[in-house]
């Protein structure tokens, strides 16, 4: 799956300021990854990050540990 066939969104808390990241869930069931990307290079670099990885990141900043 290349990155252009990926379906990538960012928050709906996201203001247009430009300061936000781009994830495609897309391939978190079947490769237990979530690719990651600087909304403002969708051409850029795409980083890869386990599943575990990432749902541990989300809990983090909802409960204001990271």
Request: charged content about 20%; hydrophobic content about 40%; some cysteine.
């Amino acid at each position: 799956m290349t990155s252009e066939s990926l379906r990538w969104f960012k928050s709906s808390y996201s203001e247009n300021g430009g300061q936000c990241i781009e994830v495609a869930a897309d391939l978190a069931a079947s490769l237990g990854t979530v690719p990651v990307r600087d909304s403002k290079r969708p051409d850029g670099p795409v980083l890869t990050v386990p599943t575990a990885a990432f749902v541990a990141f989300v809990a983090g900043v909802k409960d204001g540990t990271v």
